[in-house]
Protein backbone atom coordinates (compact mmCIF):
# COMPACT_ATOMS: atom_id res chain seq x y z
CA UNK A 1 0.00 0.00 0.00
CA UNK A 2 1.08 3.63 -0.68
CA UNK A 3 1.14 4.67 2.86
CA UNK A 4 3.30 1.17 4.26
CA UNK A 5 5.74 2.06 1.20
CA UNK A 6 6.00 5.78 2.11
CA UNK A 7 3.91 6.58 5.22
CA UNK A 8 2.14 10.02 5.22
CA UNK A 9 3.76 11.35 8.75
CA UNK A 10 7.37 10.76 6.60
CA UNK A 11 6.26 12.87 3.35
CA UNK A 12 5.59 15.36 5.67
CA UNK A 13 8.69 15.37 7.38
CA UNK A 14 10.97 14.93 4.22
CA UNK A 15 9.46 17.08 1.57
CA UNK A 16 8.93 21.21 1.42
CA UNK A 17 11.63 21.55 4.15
CA UNK A 18 8.83 19.53 6.50
CA UNK A 19 6.28 22.65 6.42
CA UNK A 20 3.86 20.41 5.81
CA UNK A 21 4.66 18.28 9.00
CA UNK A 22 4.99 21.51 11.01
CA UNK A 23 1.47 22.34 10.09
CA UNK A 24 0.16 19.00 10.93
CA UNK A 25 1.88 19.03 14.22
CA UNK A 26 0.11 22.34 15.20
CA UNK A 27 -3.29 20.80 14.37
CA UNK A 28 -2.80 17.85 16.45
CA UNK A 29 -1.65 19.83 19.24
CA UNK A 30 -4.82 21.66 19.00
CA UNK A 31 -6.82 19.21 18.82
CA UNK A 32 -5.19 17.50 21.56
CA UNK A 33 -5.89 20.09 24.07
CA UNK A 34 -9.82 20.67 22.92
CA UNK A 35 -9.99 17.16 23.16
CA UNK A 36 -8.12 16.60 26.67
CA UNK A 37 -10.51 19.87 27.90
CA UNK A 38 -14.05 17.84 26.45
CA UNK A 39 -13.00 14.36 27.70
CA UNK A 40 -12.03 16.11 31.58
CA UNK A 41 -15.33 18.03 30.91
CA UNK A 42 -17.67 15.67 29.39
CA UNK A 43 -16.32 12.28 30.66
CA UNK A 44 -17.04 9.15 28.70
CA UNK A 45 -20.63 8.93 29.40
CA UNK A 46 -22.78 11.25 27.22
CA UNK A 47 -26.28 9.51 28.62
CA UNK A 48 -28.96 12.15 29.18
CA UNK A 49 -29.88 12.78 32.46
CA UNK A 50 -33.89 13.79 31.58
CA UNK A 51 -36.08 12.31 29.74
CA UNK A 52 -36.63 14.63 26.64
CA UNK A 53 -39.64 16.44 25.29
CA UNK A 54 -38.38 17.85 22.60
CA UNK A 55 -35.01 17.13 19.77
CA UNK A 56 -34.50 20.60 18.72
CA UNK A 57 -35.36 24.53 18.97
CA UNK A 58 -35.67 27.07 16.31
CA UNK A 59 -35.50 29.97 17.79
CA UNK A 60 -37.28 33.14 15.87
CA UNK A 61 -34.81 36.21 17.31
CA UNK A 62 -36.50 39.77 16.65
CA UNK A 63 -33.67 41.71 17.59
CA UNK A 64 -34.18 45.57 18.69
CA UNK A 65 -36.71 44.94 21.09
CA UNK A 66 -40.23 44.27 20.49
CA UNK A 67 -42.58 45.98 22.59
CA UNK A 68 -44.93 43.89 24.67
CA UNK A 69 -47.77 46.23 25.19
CA UNK A 70 -48.28 46.62 21.46
CA UNK A 71 -48.18 43.04 20.95
CA UNK A 72 -48.86 40.18 23.37
CA UNK A 73 -49.39 41.89 26.76
CA UNK A 74 -52.77 43.24 26.73
CA UNK A 75 -52.84 46.55 29.18
CA UNK A 76 -56.06 48.40 28.77
CA UNK A 77 -55.13 51.21 31.21
CA UNK A 78 -52.51 52.32 28.73
CA UNK A 79 -55.95 53.73 26.63
CA UNK A 80 -57.77 55.03 29.43
CA UNK A 81 -54.80 56.93 31.21
CA UNK A 82 -53.32 58.01 27.87
CA UNK A 83 -51.52 61.38 28.00
CA UNK A 84 -51.43 61.38 31.64
CA UNK A 85 -47.89 61.47 33.52
CA UNK A 86 -46.60 58.76 35.88
CA UNK A 87 -43.65 58.33 37.84
CA UNK A 88 -41.64 55.00 36.91
CA UNK A 89 -38.17 53.77 38.26
CA UNK A 90 -36.59 53.87 34.80
CA UNK A 91 -33.35 52.06 33.88
CA UNK A 92 -31.80 54.45 31.68
CA UNK A 93 -33.25 57.54 33.74
CA UNK A 94 -31.80 55.98 36.92
CA UNK A 95 -27.86 55.52 35.26
CA UNK A 96 -28.01 58.88 34.58
CA UNK A 97 -29.14 60.72 37.18
CA UNK A 98 -30.19 57.65 40.30
CA UNK A 99 -33.51 59.08 40.35
CA UNK A 100 -37.01 57.81 39.24
CA UNK A 101 -38.97 60.69 37.27
CA UNK A 102 -42.43 60.92 35.58
CA UNK A 103 -43.51 59.86 32.54
CA UNK A 104 -46.10 60.22 29.74
CA UNK A 105 -47.99 56.89 29.06
CA UNK A 106 -48.80 56.03 25.68
CA UNK A 107 -51.35 53.90 24.43
CA UNK A 108 -50.78 51.14 21.63
CA UNK A 109 -52.02 52.31 18.31
CA UNK A 110 -53.21 48.57 17.45
CA UNK A 111 -56.10 46.79 19.08
CA UNK A 112 -56.33 43.88 20.81
CA UNK A 113 -58.67 40.58 20.74
CA UNK A 114 -58.71 37.74 22.36
CA UNK A 115 -57.83 34.09 19.93
CA UNK A 116 -58.13 30.62 20.27
CA UNK A 117 -60.38 28.41 22.90
CA UNK A 118 -57.56 29.62 25.39
CA UNK A 119 -58.84 33.33 24.80
CA UNK A 120 -55.14 34.88 24.74
CA UNK A 121 -55.04 38.81 24.06
CA UNK A 122 -52.97 39.54 20.89
CA UNK A 123 -53.12 42.72 19.10
CA UNK A 124 -53.50 43.18 15.48
CA UNK A 125 -49.73 43.40 14.95
CA UNK A 126 -49.76 39.55 14.79
CA UNK A 127 -53.00 38.43 13.50
CA UNK A 128 -52.10 35.90 11.98
CA UNK A 129 -49.49 34.10 14.48
CA UNK A 130 -52.50 35.19 16.50
CA UNK A 131 -54.69 32.44 14.66
CA UNK A 132 -51.85 29.65 16.73
CA UNK A 133 -52.86 30.98 20.07
CA UNK A 134 -53.70 27.34 21.33
CA UNK A 135 -50.50 26.53 20.57
CA UNK A 136 -48.03 28.68 22.21
CA UNK A 137 -47.33 29.35 25.85
CA UNK A 138 -47.25 32.87 26.97
CA UNK A 139 -44.29 33.92 29.21
CA UNK A 140 -45.21 37.21 29.94
CA UNK A 141 -43.08 37.96 33.50
CA UNK A 142 -40.04 38.09 31.76
CA UNK A 143 -37.16 40.06 32.89
CA UNK A 144 -33.23 40.20 32.21
CA UNK A 145 -29.92 41.63 32.19
CA UNK A 146 -28.78 44.72 30.41
CA UNK A 147 -30.74 48.06 29.14
CA UNK A 148 -28.39 48.41 26.32
CA UNK A 149 -28.91 46.38 22.90
CA UNK A 150 -25.45 44.72 23.09
CA UNK A 151 -25.02 43.58 26.35
CA UNK A 152 -28.38 42.28 26.45
CA UNK A 153 -28.29 40.17 23.31
CA UNK A 154 -25.37 38.69 24.61
CA UNK A 155 -27.26 37.86 27.77
CA UNK A 156 -30.12 36.47 25.54
CA UNK A 157 -27.73 34.28 23.59
CA UNK A 158 -24.64 33.41 25.93
CA UNK A 159 -26.26 34.03 29.74
CA UNK A 160 -23.93 37.08 29.99
CA UNK A 161 -23.54 40.70 29.60
CA UNK A 162 -19.87 41.02 29.11
CA UNK A 163 -17.53 38.16 29.35
CA UNK A 164 -17.12 35.67 26.81
CA UNK A 165 -19.27 32.62 26.83
CA UNK A 166 -20.48 29.46 24.30
CA UNK A 167 -24.09 30.51 22.96
CA UNK A 168 -27.32 28.39 23.97
CA UNK A 169 -26.68 26.33 20.19
CA UNK A 170 -23.20 25.77 21.14
CA UNK A 171 -23.54 24.22 24.86
CA UNK A 172 -26.91 22.59 23.20
CA UNK A 173 -24.60 20.45 20.36
CA UNK A 174 -21.90 19.96 23.06
CA UNK A 175 -24.48 18.31 25.64
CA UNK A 176 -26.58 16.70 22.50
CA UNK A 177 -24.54 16.42 19.68
CA UNK A 178 -25.99 16.13 15.92
CA UNK A 179 -28.94 14.53 14.29
CA UNK A 180 -26.97 14.47 10.89
CA UNK A 181 -23.67 13.72 10.58
CA UNK A 182 -23.59 15.98 6.97
CA UNK A 183 -24.67 19.08 8.33
CA UNK A 184 -24.00 21.83 11.27
CA UNK A 185 -26.19 20.63 14.51
CA UNK A 186 -26.07 24.42 14.66
CA UNK A 187 -27.04 27.08 12.34
CA UNK A 188 -27.36 30.67 12.54
CA UNK A 189 -29.45 32.37 9.70
CA UNK A 190 -29.02 35.45 8.87
CA UNK A 191 -27.25 36.97 11.89
CA UNK A 192 -26.33 40.64 12.34
CA UNK A 193 -22.88 41.85 12.56
CA UNK A 194 -23.82 43.89 15.62
CA UNK A 195 -25.25 43.61 19.19
CA UNK A 196 -22.51 40.26 19.73
CA UNK A 197 -22.27 39.57 16.44
CA UNK A 198 -20.29 36.35 16.12
CA UNK A 199 -20.23 35.56 19.79
CA UNK A 200 -24.42 35.42 19.97
CA UNK A 201 -23.15 32.28 17.62
CA UNK A 202 -20.18 31.34 18.78
CA UNK A 203 -18.38 28.14 20.66
CA UNK A 204 -15.93 30.30 22.89
CA UNK A 205 -13.86 28.24 25.17
CA UNK A 206 -15.71 25.17 24.08
CA UNK A 207 -14.70 23.22 21.08
CA UNK A 208 -14.97 24.69 17.92
CA UNK A 209 -16.74 21.87 16.40
CA UNK A 210 -20.05 23.36 18.39
CA UNK A 211 -19.44 26.62 16.81
CA UNK A 212 -22.60 27.54 15.26
CA UNK A 213 -22.68 27.95 11.00
CA UNK A 214 -24.01 31.24 9.95
CA UNK A 215 -26.09 31.28 6.79
CA UNK A 216 -26.42 34.59 5.25
CA UNK A 217 -26.56 38.31 6.77
CA UNK A 218 -28.54 40.36 7.81
CA UNK A 219 -28.29 42.32 4.86
CA UNK A 220 -27.75 39.57 2.59
CA UNK A 221 -30.72 38.79 0.18
CA UNK A 222 -29.09 35.38 -0.37
CA UNK A 223 -28.73 32.37 1.74
CA UNK A 224 -25.52 30.79 1.36
CA UNK A 225 -23.46 28.52 3.74
CA UNK A 226 -20.03 30.56 3.45
CA UNK A 227 -20.92 31.22 -0.34
CA UNK A 228 -21.33 27.84 -0.57
CA UNK A 229 -23.85 27.03 -3.63
CA UNK A 230 -24.77 24.25 -5.91
CA UNK A 231 -22.13 25.44 -8.22
CA UNK A 232 -19.58 24.20 -5.42
CA UNK A 233 -20.84 20.81 -5.72
CA UNK A 234 -17.38 18.76 -5.61
CA UNK A 235 -16.13 17.56 -9.21
CA UNK A 236 -15.92 13.54 -9.71
CA UNK A 237 -12.22 14.36 -9.88
CA UNK A 238 -11.82 15.95 -7.01
CA UNK A 239 -14.70 13.20 -5.09
CA UNK A 240 -11.92 10.47 -6.22
CA UNK A 241 -9.12 12.84 -4.55
CA UNK A 242 -10.90 12.94 -1.41
CA UNK A 243 -12.47 9.10 -1.02
CA UNK A 244 -7.92 8.11 -1.50
CA UNK A 245 -6.82 10.70 1.05
CA UNK A 246 -10.03 9.32 3.69
CA UNK A 247 -9.06 5.68 2.67
CA UNK A 248 -5.06 7.14 3.55
CA UNK A 249 -6.09 8.23 6.60
CA UNK A 250 -7.96 5.14 7.51
CA UNK A 251 -5.04 3.28 7.14
CA UNK A 252 -2.91 5.15 9.46
CA UNK A 253 -5.27 5.24 12.40
CA UNK A 254 -5.80 1.67 12.09
CA UNK A 255 -1.98 1.38 12.48
CA UNK A 256 -1.65 3.95 15.07
CA UNK A 257 -4.95 3.93 16.90
CA UNK A 258 -3.29 5.41 19.73
CA UNK A 259 -1.40 8.16 18.55
CA UNK A 260 -3.94 9.38 16.27
CA UNK A 261 -6.83 9.27 18.22
CA UNK A 262 -7.04 13.37 17.81
CA UNK A 263 -5.85 13.58 14.19
CA UNK A 264 -9.16 11.30 13.75
CA UNK A 265 -11.07 14.20 15.42
CA UNK A 266 -9.54 16.66 13.15
CA UNK A 267 -9.75 14.42 10.24
CA UNK A 268 -13.59 14.21 11.03
CA UNK A 269 -14.15 17.85 11.20
CA UNK A 270 -12.82 18.38 7.64
CA UNK A 271 -15.04 15.19 6.31
CA UNK A 272 -17.90 17.17 7.25
CA UNK A 273 -16.91 20.67 5.34
CA UNK A 274 -16.93 18.35 2.63
CA UNK A 275 -19.94 16.15 3.09
CA UNK A 276 -21.59 19.86 3.42
CA UNK A 277 -20.75 20.59 -0.35
CA UNK A 278 -22.61 18.03 -1.11
CA UNK A 279 -25.94 18.34 1.06
CA UNK A 280 -25.52 21.69 2.10
CA UNK A 281 -26.80 23.37 -1.29
CA UNK A 282 -29.98 20.76 -1.10
CA UNK A 283 -30.98 21.56 2.52
CA UNK A 284 -30.74 25.50 1.32
CA UNK A 285 -32.59 25.17 -2.47
CA UNK A 286 -36.22 25.62 -1.91
CA UNK A 287 -37.11 25.15 -5.56
CA UNK A 288 -38.32 21.72 -4.29
CA UNK A 289 -41.37 23.65 -2.25
CA UNK A 290 -45.38 23.27 -3.59
CA UNK A 291 -46.26 26.46 -4.79
CA UNK A 292 -48.94 26.43 -1.92
CA UNK A 293 -46.28 26.52 0.11
CA UNK A 294 -44.17 29.20 -1.32
CA UNK A 295 -47.44 31.17 -0.85
CA UNK A 296 -47.93 29.95 2.29
CA UNK A 297 -44.76 31.19 4.03
CA UNK A 298 -45.32 34.60 1.80
CA UNK A 299 -42.37 34.30 -0.23
CA UNK A 300 -43.87 35.59 -3.22
CA UNK A 301 -44.45 39.05 -1.53
CA UNK A 302 -42.21 41.51 -1.39
CA UNK A 303 -42.83 42.26 2.39
CA UNK A 304 -42.68 38.69 3.45
CA UNK A 305 -40.07 37.48 1.34
CA UNK A 306 -36.79 37.75 3.14
CA UNK A 307 -38.54 36.25 6.53
CA UNK A 308 -40.70 34.01 4.63
CA UNK A 309 -37.89 31.95 3.39
CA UNK A 310 -35.80 32.50 6.24
CA UNK A 311 -38.87 30.04 7.83
CA UNK A 312 -39.06 27.61 5.67
CA UNK A 313 -35.56 26.54 5.30
CA UNK A 314 -35.43 26.36 8.68
CA UNK A 315 -38.14 23.83 8.29
CA UNK A 316 -35.85 21.68 5.92
CA UNK A 317 -33.36 22.38 8.54
CA UNK A 318 -35.32 20.85 11.27
CA UNK A 319 -36.71 18.04 9.29
CA UNK A 320 -32.95 17.52 8.54
CA UNK A 321 -31.81 17.28 11.95
CA UNK A 322 -30.18 20.03 12.70
CA UNK A 323 -30.48 20.75 16.40
CA UNK A 324 -30.63 24.35 16.82
CA UNK A 325 -31.69 26.86 14.36
CA UNK A 326 -32.07 30.66 14.78
CA UNK A 327 -33.72 32.60 12.27
CA UNK A 328 -33.15 36.04 12.98
CA UNK A 329 -34.78 39.10 12.23
CA UNK A 330 -33.06 42.34 12.15
CA UNK A 331 -30.24 44.82 10.75
CA UNK A 332 -26.71 45.40 10.78
CA UNK A 333 -27.34 49.08 12.61
CA UNK A 334 -26.84 50.53 15.43
CA UNK A 335 -30.41 50.82 16.61
CA UNK A 336 -31.54 47.05 14.59
CA UNK A 337 -35.46 46.55 13.59
CA UNK A 338 -37.69 46.92 16.26
CA UNK A 339 -35.94 49.42 18.19
CA UNK A 340 -38.70 52.22 17.61
CA UNK A 341 -37.31 54.48 19.97
CA UNK A 342 -39.40 57.48 17.93
CA UNK A 343 -41.45 55.72 15.45
CA UNK A 344 -43.38 53.36 17.23
CA UNK A 345 -45.78 52.92 14.36
CA UNK A 346 -43.05 51.20 12.86
CA UNK A 347 -43.55 48.42 14.37
CA UNK A 348 -46.31 47.32 11.93
CA UNK A 349 -43.75 47.02 9.35
CA UNK A 350 -41.50 44.74 10.96
CA UNK A 351 -44.91 42.94 11.76
CA UNK A 352 -45.97 42.35 8.63
CA UNK A 353 -42.72 40.95 7.59
CA UNK A 354 -42.38 38.22 10.13
CA UNK A 355 -46.26 37.43 10.99
CA UNK A 356 -47.24 35.22 7.83
CA UNK A 357 -44.16 33.29 7.72
CA UNK A 358 -43.96 32.21 11.84
CA UNK A 359 -47.60 31.55 11.39
CA UNK A 360 -47.03 29.04 8.48
CA UNK A 361 -43.81 27.70 10.04
CA UNK A 362 -46.35 26.70 13.20
CA UNK A 363 -48.68 25.33 10.57
CA UNK A 364 -45.85 23.55 8.42
CA UNK A 365 -44.83 22.22 11.37
CA UNK A 366 -47.81 20.82 13.08
CA UNK A 367 -49.19 19.65 9.84
CA UNK A 368 -45.63 17.27 9.61
CA UNK A 369 -46.17 16.03 12.95
CA UNK A 370 -42.76 17.89 13.94
CA UNK A 371 -44.27 20.35 16.37
CA UNK A 372 -44.69 17.45 18.74
CA UNK A 373 -40.72 17.37 19.39
CA UNK A 374 -39.62 20.62 18.37
CA UNK A 375 -39.74 23.66 20.19
CA UNK A 376 -40.26 27.24 18.69
CA UNK A 377 -38.94 30.23 20.28
CA UNK A 378 -40.27 33.35 19.80
CA UNK A 379 -38.66 36.67 21.30
CA UNK A 380 -36.26 40.10 22.04
CA UNK A 381 -32.99 40.66 24.07
CA UNK A 382 -35.91 42.79 26.18
CA UNK A 383 -39.26 44.76 25.76
CA UNK A 384 -40.26 48.61 25.85
CA UNK A 385 -41.78 50.76 27.84
CA UNK A 386 -45.56 51.37 28.72
CA UNK A 387 -44.68 55.36 28.32
CA UNK A 388 -43.37 57.44 25.79
CA UNK A 389 -39.73 58.11 25.25
CA UNK A 390 -39.07 61.92 25.66
CA UNK A 391 -42.88 62.66 25.50
CA UNK A 392 -41.95 61.39 21.90
CA UNK A 393 -43.82 58.97 19.49
CA UNK A 394 -41.63 55.96 20.80
CA UNK A 395 -40.66 53.47 23.32
CA UNK A 396 -37.64 52.97 25.92
CA UNK A 397 -36.10 49.37 26.08
CA UNK A 398 -37.26 47.68 28.79
CA UNK A 399 -35.65 44.80 30.67
CA UNK A 400 -38.05 44.44 33.55
CA UNK A 401 -41.07 43.14 32.11
CA UNK A 402 -41.53 41.63 28.68
CA UNK A 403 -43.26 38.43 26.93
CA UNK A 404 -41.67 35.47 25.04
CA UNK A 405 -43.63 32.79 23.70
CA UNK A 406 -43.28 29.06 23.54
CA UNK A 407 -44.85 26.53 20.75
CA UNK A 408 -44.45 22.61 20.70
CA UNK A 409 -41.52 20.97 22.43
CA UNK A 410 -44.23 19.89 25.29
CA UNK A 411 -44.34 23.50 26.75
CA UNK A 412 -48.37 24.14 27.61
CA UNK A 413 -50.22 25.51 24.52
CA UNK A 414 -52.76 28.31 24.68
CA UNK A 415 -51.38 28.97 28.51
CA UNK A 416 -50.66 32.64 29.75
CA UNK A 417 -47.59 32.59 32.47
CA UNK A 418 -46.89 35.00 34.80
CA UNK A 419 -47.65 39.00 34.55
CA UNK A 420 -46.45 42.72 34.85
CA UNK A 421 -47.87 45.42 36.66
CA UNK A 422 -51.08 47.02 35.42
CA UNK A 423 -49.43 49.29 32.96
CA UNK A 424 -46.84 46.56 31.47
CA UNK A 425 -44.00 47.74 32.97
CA UNK A 426 -42.29 45.63 35.74
CA UNK A 427 -43.05 41.62 35.95
CA UNK A 428 -44.47 40.69 39.31
CA UNK A 429 -45.91 37.52 39.11
CA UNK A 430 -44.55 34.06 37.54
CA UNK A 431 -41.34 35.84 36.98
CA UNK A 432 -38.87 34.24 34.56
CA UNK A 433 -35.49 35.45 34.61
CA UNK A 434 -33.55 34.98 30.88
CA UNK A 435 -31.63 32.12 32.91
CA UNK A 436 -34.82 30.64 33.74
CA UNK A 437 -35.76 30.24 30.22
CA UNK A 438 -32.40 28.98 29.22
CA UNK A 439 -32.57 26.45 31.74
CA UNK A 440 -35.96 25.02 31.08
CA UNK A 441 -35.67 24.96 27.61
CA UNK A 442 -32.10 22.90 28.35
CA UNK A 443 -34.43 20.61 30.10
CA UNK A 444 -37.03 19.95 27.81
CA UNK A 445 -34.42 18.50 25.45
CA UNK A 446 -32.97 16.05 28.59
CA UNK A 447 -30.31 18.58 29.30
CA UNK A 448 -29.82 19.17 33.40
CA UNK A 449 -28.24 22.68 33.07
CA UNK A 450 -26.84 21.95 36.38
CA UNK A 451 -25.07 19.16 34.81
CA UNK A 452 -24.16 20.66 31.76
CA UNK A 453 -20.67 22.31 32.49
CA UNK A 454 -17.20 22.60 31.42
CA UNK A 455 -14.05 22.79 32.60
CA UNK A 456 -12.33 25.89 31.46
CA UNK A 457 -9.38 28.33 32.83
CA UNK A 458 -9.31 26.15 36.39
CA UNK A 459 -13.15 25.91 36.87
CA UNK A 460 -16.53 24.84 36.12
CA UNK A 461 -19.02 26.34 33.44
CA UNK A 462 -22.76 26.30 32.66
CA UNK A 463 -25.19 28.54 30.81
CA UNK A 464 -26.99 29.62 33.63
CA UNK A 465 -23.64 30.17 35.65
CA UNK A 466 -24.89 29.49 39.78
CA UNK A 467 -29.01 30.48 38.24
CA UNK A 468 -31.52 29.20 36.66
CA UNK A 469 -34.56 27.40 37.73
CA UNK A 470 -37.35 24.83 36.08
CA UNK A 471 -40.25 26.40 34.81
CA UNK A 472 -42.43 23.57 35.91
CA UNK A 473 -45.62 25.77 35.30
CA UNK A 474 -45.12 25.90 31.75
CA UNK A 475 -44.76 22.19 30.68
CA UNK A 476 -47.44 20.13 30.04
Not at 5 to 33: E, H, K, V, Y
Not at 109 to 129: A, C, H, I
Request: with cysteine; proline share 5%.
Amino acid sequence: MIDSIFPRRQMLQTTACGFGSMAASALLAQSNALAQTHRTAAGSDKSLPLVPKAKRIIFLFMQGGVSQVDSFDYKPILAKHNGQSYEFDDARQLARSGKARAFRLMQSPWKFNQYGESGRWVSDLFPETARHADDMCLLHGMHTEGVAHGPATLFLHCGSTNFIRPSFGSWLLYGLGSENENLPGFISIAPSIGNGGARNYGSAFLPPRYQGTKVGGASSSTMTIDSLTRSDIPHPLQQQQFELLNRLNQQQLAQRPLQDAELDAAMKSHELAWRMQQFAPETLDLSSETAETIEMYGINAPETKRYGARCLMARRMCEAGVRFIQVNYGDDSANPAWDQHSNLPKHGTHARAVDKPIAALLTDLKQRGLLEDTIVWWGSEFGRTPYAQDNGTGRDHNPRGFTVWLAGGGFRGGHSHGETDEFGFRSIAGRVHMHDLHATLLHQLGLDHKQLTFEHAGRNFRLTDVHGKIVTEILS
